[in-house]
């Protein structure tokens, strides 16, 4: 995989950025359950209440799961998301995750049209994709949160949250072709974004850059971007 980063050493930098310290936890876990379907439970939202950095367990996990499936009420969704995010963040759980079907669970979550819902979404998956067998389910997303951040208003939380995944989901040349069309959106957030959005376009760019396969799409790009600073 020519100028791609080592798949191990990517991982383990991105689980350290977006799981603080996971050294200091000791996840234990019964066995796998896989394939079981998502049950109620009337004790689910009480998961979503306290502190969020608590961690939860597969059992709890699956009920996070069902109530974020079966509620529409847009606070209790967010509670969950939330919480399914903080979870996301340590390597068991974001297995664990994806083998109970929480991966659409969640990417169902971007398509709503409450801004603070579908922000709290894509934090979410930004988390789950730092695991590189969740890529492969989530990279179904990939273009329309390529669509959606640059429709959503600049600068703001949900436009930065979806650059922060796209950004994930390029460290290795895997996905990246799904981004080739984009390009030239991309370079115009980079002209009109605030700090913290160049921040992030620029460390896409940068996955991208690696990859040879990219290198005519960015630098043509470049080219029609820099004419008019020139004359």
């Avoid at 979870?87 to 969640?106: C, D």
């Avoid at 969740?134 to 979806?162: H, M, W």
Wanted: proline residues 3%; charged residues 20%.
């Amino acid at each position: 995989m020519g100028g791609a980063r080592d798949v191990g050493w990517v991982a383990a930098g991105l689980v350290l950025g977006a799981g603080a310290c996971y050294c200091i936890y000791r996840l234990t876990r019964g066995p796998r359950r896989g394939g079981r379907r998502l049950r109620p439970s009337r004790s689910a939202e009480d998961l979503t209440d306290g502190s969020y950095d608590d961690i939860l367990n597969e059992e709890q996990l699956e009920k996070l799961l069902y109530l974020l499936e079966s509620t529409d009420d847009p606070i209790i969704t967010e509670k969950a998301l939330v919480t399914l995010g903080n979870n996301a963040a340590f390597s068991t759980n974001q297995a664990v995750i994806r083998e109970l079907g929480g991966i659409p669970i969640v990417g169902n979550k971007i398509n709503s049209l409450n801004q603070s819902i579908k922000e709290k979404a894509l934090n979410a998956l930004n988390n789950l994709s730092v695991n590189v067998e969740n890529q492969t389910k989530i990279k179904r997303y990939v273009r329309q949160v390529c669509e959606d951040v640059f429709a959503d208003p600049l600068n703001s939380a949900v436009q930065l949250a979806g650059l922060r995944l796209l950004t994930n989901m390029t460290v290795t040349n895997d996905h990246q072709h799904l981004l080739a069309s984009y390009i030239a959106g991309l370079f115009h957030l980079l002209l009109v974004g605030n700090g913290s959005t160049k921040v992030q376009v620029l460390k896409l760019l940068l996955n991208l850059s690696e990859n040879p396969a990219m290198t005519e799409g960015l630098l043509s790009v470049q080219c029609g971007f820099l004419i008019p600073f020139a004359l």
